[in-house]
T-cell receptor, first 110, second 116 residues
């Protein structure tokens, strides 16, 4: 079983739609959780950290469920520019080591 | 976030040769990380580059194949030795933020390597 699992997609949605991505992780000792965004042929960039209480940044909302070892990302009012691969990232039991999911592809179409 | 540059940005190499990739950060950082992203895959950590000591390699990666140098707190190199087509990947370095406790990482632009 992979340490971080995501639905690879692709998710094809129209502009303005709301879309949600899910991610599960296997290491119950994980303490830090992130969503990264990776555009085609570019490096990953931090989208947002995920906190236990849930957090929101504009159109993006991240949720963490420690009991179920589950992380989600909700994007409201999708824009064409949101098209990218979204990577679920979890720190390992070894502190600074990050483990990346395989990514979920989002395509927003007009 | 730190400003990270990598050289070369891309290269096409022959089987059996070696390539050294450089990573330069605009500030001093304790830890630097090297990742590989094979075509269509996510990122896999190769090793952690420690200043003043040997790099720490992840399972499946060995020093003979991926020697790493870390001569100071702003610079590191990764060498891909005796290359084969399976080494064709994007190689990325990353660093944690300077002034925060959280352990997210920031990535360099990557080096796109094609081995013929």
């Amino acid at each position: 079983r992979k340490e971080v699992e995501q639905d690879p997609g692709p998710f094809n949605v129209p502009e303005g739609a709301t879309v949600a991505f899910n991610c599960t992780y296997s290491n119950s000792a994980s303490q830090s959780f992130f969503w990264y965004r990776q555009d085609c042929r570019k490096e990953p960039k931090l989208l947002m950290s995920v906190y236990s209480s849930g957090n929101e940044d504009g159109r993006f909302t991240a949720q963490l469920n420690r009991a179920s070892q589950y992380i989600s990302l909700l994007i409201r009012d999708s824009k064409l520019s949101d098209s990218a691969t979204y990577l679920c990232v979890v720190n390992s039991r070894y502190g600074n080591k990050l483990v990346f999911g395989a990514g979920t592809i989002l395509r927003v179409k007009s | 976030s730190a400003v990270i540059s990598q050289k070369p940005s891309r290269d096409i190499c022959q089987r059996g040769t070696s390539l050294t990739i450089q990573c330069q950060v605009d500030s001093q950082v304790t830890m630097m990380f090297w990742y590989r992203q094979q075509p269509g895959q996510s990122l896999t950590l190769i090793a952690t580059a420690n200043q003043g000591s040997e790099a720490t390699y992840e399972s499946g990666f060995v020093i003979d194949k991926f020697p790493i140098s870390r001569p100071n707190l702003t610079f590191s190199t990764l060498t891909v030795s005796n290359m084969s087509p399976e080494d064709s990947s994007i190689y990325l370095c990353s660093v944690p933020p300077r002034d925060r406790l959280a352990n997210e990482q920031f990535f360099g632009p990557g080096t796109r390597l094609t081995v013929l």
